[in-house]
């Protein structure tokens, strides 16, 4: 929870929302990437890229789709934590760039790349060259081919103009509706013209998709990495979601598969392409300077956002922790800190700044949740500070509110149960007896995670180095994710590996 962004107002249908649905309030962001979620069939598309690239500092100051980039920049920014400014990190990533840059299909274009400050896994392209990739890709990835399987196919939506060209035919099928709606209105023939409008945008971005896909892989080996490295990583990339998942069927929607196209044949189709320079083992995979470059990259959440740790969470800045029951989930979103539990229970938690000096009693009952029983509004104390709950009831779900005013702030938890449920009550008030200030020690104890690079010792297992990790849940599985160790894989002495820790 982002420390310099006071969290919006809990909205008045929250009251209707509880358990996943409360996951869906701040899970609704719209896919920043250039690339789009659908189906992939084999598919040979024309390899030729537009011969005249728009960028930014080439083209008309008049020409509105050359500003696309430089205007989006800013969103992309603010969306995915700012930049990640790290001198290290950067000069690796330049480095990738740079290689695969001479093997463009068009050599002169100029990229802006930029390392973005999120745990998410994602890496995308705005028209005009500028390339973004999250810090929680380069985490997971385990070599240098890996991210230049990833930016070469990026770098190739920007040399095949496919930014301003889906824009176009997108502006396209939305006038066709707008005619079609106009002339039929709710008729059969109408539904029948937007359908054909959408199929013929869906099969438009996929053949961009599988285009790109193609000139990435040459890319790959023309520059001498590993070509089977798109395969690889797409493969790693699927495991990280089924991993990251709250719930196996819903996708993360700022990590790169929610925004790119997957399925087997696309990495069938990779590894075909990847074929032409040779069998599996061909090219550079650039493993050791890679891991020498992300070694001590910042993992997860930053300290402005505030720290999950295992059933707590803990703000340095804010000065502030809490508990969740046993049982319970916690995922720290850019606007609020979630946690779901069994038996449909689910807590949001954030917090804003209030100046207004007015009662906590009369904050809650100033209109901000629906279903409010007034007549349940309480002041308290809670961890020595003001605080007051309350309850609230709509649809089949009752709610407890609690609010707490520390200094200028005001912190908020929304615990929601089914209605009737036994398991209200001793939830709100175990998440109300968790909170407390953090002392002074406490601040400056806590460190943010980040990825190690160590060395296998004779006689190390994955058990017993994902047990040096700290800070993190289910430490065998993030090991051998973060690793791509597959099930009966073994390590060998004077391999090198990724951990996670605080230290």
Request: with cysteine; aromatic share 6%.
């Amino acid at each position: 929870m982002a420390k310099t962004k006071a969290s919006r107002p809990i909205p008045t249908t929250a009251a209707h929302r509880a358990s996943r649905t409360i996951l869906a309030l701040v899970g609704s962001l719209a896919i920043l990437g250039g690339c789009q979620s659908l189906g992939v069939d084999f598919y040979e598309p024309s390899l030729k890229p537009s011969d005249a690239p728009q960028t930014a500092e080439n083209a008309g100051a008049g020409d509105p789709r050359t500003r696309i980039g430089a205007n989006e920049h800013p969103r992309i920014i603010a969306s995915y934590g700012g930049e990640y400014r790290d001198a290290k990190t950067e000069r690796l990533v330049a480095k990738i760039v740079g290689a695969l840059t001479l093997v463009s299909e068009n050599p002169k274009q100029a990229y802006r790349i930029t390392v973005l400050n999120s745990p998410a896994v994602n890496a995308f392209a705005l028209p005009g060259g500028y390339l973004y990739v999250t810090r929680g890709l380069l985490a997971l990835a385990n070599d240098a081919s890996e991210v230049a399987a990833v930016l070469s196919h990026e770098m190739a939506h920007v040399t095949a103009n496919h930014g301003i060209e889906r824009q176009r035919r997108e502006q396209e099928v939305e006038l066709a509706g707008r005619v079609a709606d106009e002339l039929f209105a709710n008729s059969i023939a109408g539904r029948q013209v937007l359908a054909r409008g959408k199929l013929s945008l869906a099969a438009f971005s996929r053949n961009q998709e599988l285009q790109a896909d193609v000139i990435g892989v040459r890319m790959l080996g023309e520059a001498g990495y590993d070509p089977f490295a798109a395969a690889r990583f797409l493969e790693s990339m699927n495991a990280n979601q089924r991993f990251s998942a709250v719930d196996p069927d819903v996708d993360s929607n700022l990590d790169f598969l929610a925004s790119h196209p997957n399925a087997p044949q696309r990495m069938e189709l990779a590894k075909k392409h990847a074929r032409a320079f040779g069998p599996e083992g061909v090219g550079d995979r650039g493993r050791d300077y890679y891991l020498e470059g992300i070694d001590g990259l910042l993992f997860g959440d930053t300290p402005s956002e505030g720290y999950v740790r295992g059933s707590e969470f803990l703000h340095p800045v804010l000065g502030i922790r809490f508990t969740v029951p046993e049982g319970f989930r916690i995922d720290n979103k850019a606007d609020a800190v979630l946690a779901t539990g069994p038996g449909d229970l689910a807590v949001r938690f954030d917090g804003l700044t209030d100046d207004s000096r007015q009662s906590l009693s009369d904050y809650i009952a100033s209109g901000w949740v629906a279903g409010l029983d007034k007549s349940s509004i309480r002041a308290t104390r809670i961890a020595g500070l003001p605080a007051a709950t309350a309850r609230a009831s709509a649809d089949t779900w009752d709610f407890d509110i609690t609010v707490i005013r520390l200094k200028d702030r005001i912190y908020r938890f929304l615990t929601a149960a089914p209605r009737g449920s036994p398991n209200l009550e001793p939830t709100a008030s175990a998440i109300r007896s968790g909170f407390r200030k953090l002392s002074a020690r406490e601040i400056r104890s806590l460190e943010p995670l980040r990825i190690r690079i160590v060395e296998v010792s004779q006689g190390d297992t994955v058990a017993s180095l994902a047990g040096r990790m700290r800070g993190v849940e289910r430490k065998v599985d993030l090991f051998r994710l973060l690793n791509a160790i597959g099930p009966g894989a073994s390590l060998s002495a004077g391999q090198k590996v990724k951990i996670v820790t605080d230290r």
